[in-house]
């Protein structure tokens, strides 16, 4: 056994010997290919290394190495004088240039563009480089082939004006892709707008050396060449540090106080959800016309793509917040004038609304001591508010002096810090009596779950009832305060002597409230 391995590695060992004295091409790989071997392998495992997870870009200058190599071993096969001979060498020259390019290009993309644009080098300034690069590899190329670039460019002028005539569009989209590139006034996945119209704002997804591609809030791709936007003013909506702004506007009454609209309005922009409390949003008074006086809301946003919703929704809460205040939204005044028209009395529709606040009234307990006149007179001076989902009705600690009936939707009441779910209220509920009677702050906070009608009955609704039978004072103080005793755990162990001086506090605060005697 051991014999026949000795005879074997004799075997190899002699057909090597064969092969390096016979086959000229294997001394080739040393004399033409060992040193461009050399380079092109260490600039390819230096740019491997620079792209770091990114491995796919180094991959082409792999293949051209890969290439170069076949040429080498190819090349040897034929005679120096073979025409073959100096094809392959001159082809196996350009793929080795274009292997090394490729590689240099790499480790510069990842050191001097990153040091001179930053971590995102622009597409088209790498793809200029780049092709520079292969150029010049090429005309090398060529050189040592020995045909001269300057011939092939002076060969024919009426080529060259043919040629420069019909790539003027792209040289001149190239061109200034390249200015605005150095100027930078847009990146990837800016928002930006291109003329004067709205619909075409859009978010910047591809820019290239012929034209950049916008992606508008429609899910429309927009493809705009680089020598239109050179020529046209550009808007950037998000290059700034500072979130966008964005302007609503709302018309108000002209007979109101503008600073009543104003501060009902700007309240109103700090609960809408997607508008960013710093900066802080306001309200200026923009315009007196024919509809009225316009009120711009400005505010800042988190999203540009998510402006037409959140506009939607401070235009939604305004009308909400502007209807409780009994502010009505001004529309274009016209004068009509209609003949042989009949004239509907109002008198009917006010008193079925009177009638269903009276019916809500039935809800609240401690209202019951009242007469029927007594509750119309409570209906007739209240009001209805409504309230949109998420909006905050009440705040725990605010100052108040109103109560409120659910007259439909659903409210949740919080409190503390953190806000714990106290309980989830329907229609026929009611909350705030005390701040009604006592003016007390408010003890939770209440917030809207959905669209929500409620009866307000405030102060100035039940004041005059109160004026004209004070004894009404002592009546709901004795309902309130046994309201509290059967709430209250802490109660039991009260005597009737604390319970009857807790009764007393209580009729003092309404009085004192109220301001009777």
Request: include cysteine; proline fraction near 4%; glycine fraction near 8%.
């Given at each position: 056994?051991?014999?026949?391995?000795?005879?074997?590695f004799?075997?190899?060992?002699?057909?090597?010997?064969?092969?390096?004295?016979?086959?000229?091409?294997?001394?080739?790989?040393?004399?033409?290919?060992?040193?461009?071997?050399?380079?092109?392998?260490?600039?390819?495992?230096?740019?491997?290394?620079?792209?770091?997870?990114?491995?796919?870009?180094?991959?082409?200058?792999?293949?051209?190495?890969?290439?170069?190599?076949?040429?080498v071993?190819?090349?040897?096969?034929?005679?120096?004088?073979?025409?073959?001979?100096?094809?392959?060498?001159?082809?196996?020259?350009?793929?080795l240039?274009l292997?090394?390019?490729?590689?240099?290009?790499l480790?510069?993309?990842?050191?001097?563009?990153?040091?001179?644009?930053?971590?995102?080098?622009?597409?088209?300034?790498?793809?200029?480089?780049?092709?520079?690069?292969?150029a010049?590899?090429?005309?090398?190329t060529?050189?040592?082939?020995?045909?001269?670039?300057?011939?092939?460019?002076?060969?024919?002028?009426?080529?060259?004006?043919?040629?420069?005539?019909s790539?003027?569009?792209?040289?001149?989209?190239?061109?200034?892709?390249?200015?605005?590139?150095?100027?930078?006034?847009?990146?990837?996945?800016?928002?930006i707008?291109?003329?004067?119209?709205?619909?075409?704002?859009?978010?910047?997804?591809?820019?290239?050396?012929?034209?950049?591609?916008?992606?508008?809030?429609?899910?429309t791709?927009?493809?705009?060449?680089?020598?239109?936007?050179?020529?046209?003013?550009?808007?950037?909506?998000?290059?700034?540090?500072?979130?966008?702004?964005?302007?609503?506007?709302?018309?108000?009454?002209?007979?109101?106080?503008?600073?009543?609209?104003r501060?009902?309005?700007?309240?109103?922009?700090?609960?809408?959800?997607?508008?960013?409390?710093?900066?802080?949003?306001?309200?200026?008074?923009?315009?007196?016309?024919?509809?009225?006086?316009?009120?711009?809301?400005?505010?800042?946003?988190?999203?540009?793509?998510?402006?037409?919703?959140?506009?939607?929704?401070?235009?939604?809460?305004?009308?909400?917040?502007?209807?409780?205040?009994?502010?009505?939204?001004?529309?274009?005044?016209?004068?009509?004038?209609?003949?042989?028209?009949?004239?509907?009395?109002?008198?009917?529709?006010?008193?079925?609304?009177?009638?269903?606040?009276?019916?809500?009234?039935?809800?609240?307990?401690?209202?019951?001591?009242?007469?029927?006149?007594?509750?119309?007179?409570?209906?007739?001076?209240?009001?209805?508010?409504?309230?949109?989902?998420?909006?905050?009705?009440?705040?725990?600690?605010?100052?108040?002096?109103?109560?409120?009936?659910?007259?439909?939707?659903?409210?949740?009441?919080?409190?503390?810090e953190?806000?714990?779910?106290?309980?989830?209220l329907?229609?026929?509920?009611?909350?705030?009596?005390?701040?009604?009677?006592?003016?007390?702050?408010?003890?939770?906070?209440?917030?809207?779950?959905?669209?929500?009608?409620?009866?307000e009955?405030?102060?100035?609704?039940?004041?005059?009832?109160?004026?004209?039978?004070?004894?009404?004072?002592?009546?709901?103080?004795?309902?309130?305060?046994?309201?509290?005793?059967?709430?209250?755990?802490?109660?039991?162990?009260?005597?009737?002597?604390?319970?009857?001086?807790?009764?007393?506090?209580?009729?003092?605060?309404?009085?004192?409230?109220f301001?009777?005697?």
């Open positions: 056994m051991r014999s026949r391995r000795l005879n074997a004799a075997t190899a060992r002699g057909l090597a010997w064969y092969l390096l004295a016979r086959m000229p091409w294997l001394d080739s790989i040393t004399v033409f290919g060992g040193v461009g071997l050399a380079v092109g392998l260490a600039l390819a495992i230096v740019a491997t290394l620079a792209v770091g997870t990114e491995r796919r870009r180094a991959i082409p200058g792999w293949l051209l190495l890969t290439l170069y190599v076949g040429t071993l190819g090349h040897g096969l034929f005679d120096d004088e073979h025409l073959a001979h100096q094809w392959l060498r001159h082809v196996g020259l350009m793929l240039l292997s090394c390019t490729r590689s240099v290009y480790i510069l993309l990842r050191t001097l563009f990153r040091w001179i644009f930053g971590p995102s080098v622009p597409r088209i300034v790498g793809d200029l480089i780049q092709a520079l690069l292969y010049s590899a090429g005309l090398f060529l050189q040592t082939a020995g045909v001269d670039p300057g011939d092939l460019l002076t060969t024919s002028a009426l080529l060259t004006a043919v040629v420069g005539l790539l003027q569009d792209t040289l001149g989209n190239l061109f200034s892709g390249l200015a605005m590139q150095a100027q930078r006034p847009f990146q990837m996945g800016d928002w707008q291109f003329d004067a119209n709205d619909r075409h704002i859009g978010k910047v997804v591809d820019i290239n050396w012929r034209a950049i591609r916008v992606r508008t809030i429609d899910g791709d927009i493809t705009v060449p680089n020598n239109t936007l050179a020529k046209t003013p550009l808007k950037n909506f998000t290059a700034n540090p500072v979130h966008a702004r964005r302007t609503v506007s709302i018309y108000g009454d002209p007979t109101l106080a503008p600073e009543k609209v501060r009902v309005l700007q309240a109103m922009l700090h609960s809408v959800p997607g508008v960013r409390s710093a900066p802080e949003p306001s309200v200026v008074v923009a315009e007196f016309d024919e509809r009225g006086v316009r009120y711009d809301a400005r505010f800042y946003i988190e999203a540009f793509e998510h402006r037409d919703r959140v506009a939607s929704e401070v235009r939604e809460r305004a009308w909400y917040a502007l209807s409780r205040a009994g502010i009505s939204i001004s529309v274009p005044h016209r004068s009509i004038e209609v003949r042989n028209a009949q004239s509907h009395d109002a008198a009917p529709q006010e008193e079925a609304r009177v009638r269903a606040r009276m019916k809500a009234l039935d809800c609240v307990d401690f209202l019951a001591v009242l007469s029927e006149a007594q509750r119309k007179r409570l209906g007739e001076l209240s009001d209805t508010r409504l309230y949109a989902p998420g909006e905050a009705i009440l705040r725990e600690g605010d100052a108040g002096e109103a109560l409120y009936v659910l007259l439909s939707g659903k409210v949740e009441v919080r409190k503390g953190p806000s714990r779910k106290l309980a989830e329907g229609p026929g509920r009611f909350f705030g009596e005390m701040s009604l009677m006592t003016g007390a702050s408010r003890s939770a906070t209440v917030i809207a779950l959905e669209e929500t009608a409620l009866l009955i405030g102060k100035p609704a039940l004041a005059p009832i109160l004026e004209s039978e004070p004894k009404l004072c002592q009546a709901l103080s004795e309902v309130l305060a046994e309201r509290e005793q059967r709430q209250s755990d802490a109660n039991a162990r009260q005597t009737l002597a604390e319970i009857a001086d807790e009764k007393d506090a209580l009729l003092s605060r309404i009085r004192r409230f301001s009777l005697r």
